[in-house]
Structure formats: structure tokens, C-alpha cells
């Protein structure tokens, strides 16, 4: 690596620190500083930290990289970087956004054709039907919590049809979700590994038991199509299945609660842009685009070079750990013009990386952009004067970004 490389003793204070509050509360401004004054960063833990959107899509595009971090990078763990990878080495059967080609080639295509979009187009009635149904529970009241109301149950219920899952027990699965997506955080403790691996103590038999009781009751459903691939002995076998089950039912509803949440709070504080999108229905299209750039759900990812690759002038040797700052590439005004504004007119808004890039594009992307175009349309078209009502409440969270609580009222 060249000795020109910026590190942590050139003025921590305007670099990346995930454990500053101010940082999480708002990434934004500290990412713009960073693209600045060092857009190829090494930290205090010999990561480096890419904030310009060329290096970022690169990266996420080029197949130099994996993503397999444990089986490649050659940095020495801290003590809770230790411990996650202890627990991950426990896991009889790695997550499909932890492996490389060829394994994560065959597993992604056993679910691909669920997710096309036109498969995804053919559940719209549903995933209306599900927003109605909330909003008219809201509409005598004047008012709702948009997150525990509309932003998670509809997700929830929706790849819950999807894999035929039951329901019941939502209050716990949402619970266990997060403690699973809070321990894939930078700033994770000691007990927020801890939590995750109960989680997964409390996830893993509920899944067993539903699978073994599907394969006695086969249906039309995404999860009896897995078994039955499993069962005719082509490419999945149990843990594999296991394992991605539990991912698609996560990663099903996790990041779409906050991209809803997310989209209808930057809405709400760009009135003139709800204006525009509610009057507009040909923005139904592209609207969701431009709310993801602008305030994603997932902020960053990371990959481990293979080889040795090469940002402009910096050379990054194998087995470094690199992470990729999605917020701060879709904040680049080398790519966005005016990159903190919300505009909908935006010609290149489907340029944003907030789903990632290359063969780790986010399998369920347009189940997501459905989902959110639906749910923020319907609330402001139904409740054209609609407002907060109160603070809004944010995850204290760095990968996953994302709000809690959002109070909305109407006249």
C-alpha cells in the first residue's frame, strides 16, 4: 500500500468515526468531509473506508473482490471482531450475502425467478389491498405510527405469503430480526452479539420446525419450491436451506420498514417535493429511486480484494478489508448534482448504489421499491394534508440507517 494513504492521525475529528452520536444521527455532512480530505481512508482497525461514488461502484462491481471477509482479509481482529467471527465460524452454513461464486451463483438463481420484476408487479394487488386495509384503521383516528402501522406490517405480511409463513408470532420475529441486523453494525458490543446469538437460538428451530412440517405439506408457495429443489437433490441441501430462508425472511421486511420510514420523514420535510410526487403519478416510477439515494436504508458494505486493485493513487493489497460508504457515493457531487437536495425531476436518480451493486445487488430490490412506492404514494394521495405529529425517533444504528417512530396526523 502506498505511503501516501491517509490514516486516522490526520484529524480523526473530521473523519469516520461511527461512534460519534452526531456522525449517526446524521452521516451525511461528516461523509462529505471524508470524500474531501481523504476519500481513501485507512481507520484505526486497517480498513479502508471508500466515499467517492466511482471507487464504491468499482468495487461493488468488480469481481477482484469477495465478500467473503472471514475466509480473506488478513486483518487482525479486535476483540468483538473476534467474537462475530467465532459465532460465524459456529454457523454450520454461511449466509448467500457472505459467499462467492460459485456457491452464491447457484443459490441466487434457486430464488431469482421470484424476484424478477415481473413476478414482484403480480403481488401489487396484495401489497395495496395490505396498505388500504392500514390506512383505513388510521383514517377515523386522524392520525397513525406510521412504522409499527404501515411501514413493518405490510413488509411483514408480504414475505410471509411469499414463503407461507405464519404469523402469530410477528412481535418476536420483528424482535429477533433486529437483533440479528444489530449485530452486523461496526459499533456492535459484546452484547449485542450476545443478543443476536440468542436470536439465532430462537429463529433456527422455529424455521426447522415450519420446514419439516412443509415438507409433510407441500404448497404454492417460494418455500415449498426450495424444498422441493432441496429434496431433488440439485444444489441446496438442509443448512444451506435453512440458512436462506432465514435471510429472505430478515432481509424480506428489515430494510424496507426503513426505507418507508425513511422516504415518508424526507418527504414530509421537502413539502414542495410531496407535492410534486402526489400530483404526479408518472413519478410513481422513478420517486423511489430518488428516496433511496437520498436516504437509504444501508449505508455501507465491505469486500476483501483478491488481488491487488487500485484507486487512482493508492494500491490496496489482498486481504484488506474495504468498506464501501453507499450513503456518501450517493451524496457525490461528482455523479448527483446538488447531491443534498431531494429532487424528483433528478434524470439519474436509478444511478444510486443504496441496493449495492454487482452479484450482491439486493435480490429483493423491486420487492422493496413496490413496497415503498405503494405504501408513501397511498398515504399522501389518502392524506393529501398529512403531517408529523411528533418527533421523529431514529435507530442508533450506522449500516442499517433508519427511523423508529414516525407520528403522522391529518385534518
Known sequence: MTDTLPSAGDAPELLFNPFDPAFRAN????????????????????????????????????NDFSRDVEKNSNAAASPIQARKREKRAEESTKSI????????????RLVSLAFTPSAIERLRPRVQQLVDDALDNAAERGSMELIDELAFPVPFQVISDLLAMPTERSVELRQWSQHLTASLEPTA??????????????FVPYLVEIIDDRRKHLGDDLLSALIQVEESGDRMSN???IAFVLLLYVAGHETTVNLIGNGMLALLRNPDQL??????????????????????PVQLTVRVPLVPVHYREVTVEPGTVVMTLLGAANHDPAMFDDPHSLRFDRPNSNRHLALAGGIHYCLGASLAKLEAQVAISSVIRRFPEVQLAGEPGWRDRLTIRGVDHLPLSWP
Open 189 to 202: 458490543d459484546d452484547h449485542d452479539i450476545d443478543l443476536a446469538g440468542q436470536a439465532i437460538d430462537h
Open 97 to 108: 450475502l457472505s459467499l462467492d461464486p460459485p456457491d452464491h451463483t447457484r443459490l441466487r
Open 275 to 296: 407535492r410534486m410526487w402526489r400530483d404526479d403519478p408518472a413519478l410513481d416510477a422513478t420517486a423511489v429511486d430518488e428516496l433511496l439515494r437520498y436516504d437509504g
Open 239 to 241: 443448512q444451506e436451506l
Open 27 to 62: 452521516p451525511y455532512p461528516f461523509y462529505d468531509v471524508l470524500r474531501e480530505k481523504a476519500p481513501v481512508w485507512m481507520s484505526p482497525l486497517q480498513t479502508i473506508v471508500l466515499s467517492r461514488y466511482e471507487d464504491v461502484a468499482v468495487t461493488l462491481r468488480s
